[in-house]
């Protein structure tokens, strides 16, 4: 039974990260995720208490995969943002779950793993810089708030540009990387 419950719970999940990643928190459709899932709306309910809730449970593991597939390093943070690109264009989902929760979530409720996994972060960079390792002409915040903007730019831009974007992976890859070393660059 307990299996089952898994397996149950795991369709809600899958079927909910492609509702809420294509429509939002607004736009998703609880029976779309129920018939898309093989599952009735009662359990959707019954599992995670209300469409806020599972989507939430959504973000909240896809915000996990990420930490967990793309570790921080603050001595690497040109090559950590290539990884989370590297994420993004492998998990796209992940990008969009992120700016639906940047756009429709109450700005005073915050994920826990967001918050902590900032806190590493910051906490990081803060030690780097005190021990030279990272310059310090940008705070912490500034060097995290840069380094997401820049990790997910090419997903992010207008689609009119999307005809002159560099179509290799890499390129676009090395553009990032290029990018956060210029910003590291002691003035």
């Not at 900032?118 to 940008?138: C, F, K, S, T, W």
């Not at 890859?173 to 003035?187: M, S």
Request: glycine share 6%.
């Amino acid at each position: 039974m307990a299996r089952d419950a898994e397996q149950t719970k795991r369709r809600l999940l899958d079927a909910a990260t492609a509702e809420f990643s294509g429509y939002g928190i607004a736009g998703a459709r609880v029976d779309r995720i129920a018939a898309a899932s093989g599952c009735n709306k009662a359990m959707i309910y019954s599992y995670f208490g209300s469409k806020e809730q599972l989507f939430d449970a959504v973000f909240d593991e896809r915000t996990k995969a990420f930490f967990a597939a793309v570790p921080f390093d603050a001595g690497d943070l040109a090559g950590y943002t290539g990884r989370a690109f590297d994420y993004y264009e492998d998990h796209p989902e992940t990008l969009r779950l992120s700016t639906w929760y940047r756009l429709e979530r109450p700005a005073d409720e915050h994920l826990r793993a967001i918050t902590e996994a900032n806190d590493v972060r910051l906490g990081e960079i803060g030690r780097a810089q005190r021990a030279g390792e990272v310059p310090e002409h940008y705070s912490p915040v500034q060097l995290v708030v840069l380094i997401q903007a820049l990790s997910a730019a090419w997903h992010t831009t207008n689609p009119e540009l999307g005809p002159r974007l560099p179509a290799d992976r890499a390129e676009r890859r090395l553009t990032l990387v290029d990018a956060v070393q210029g910003l590291l660059a002691r003035k």
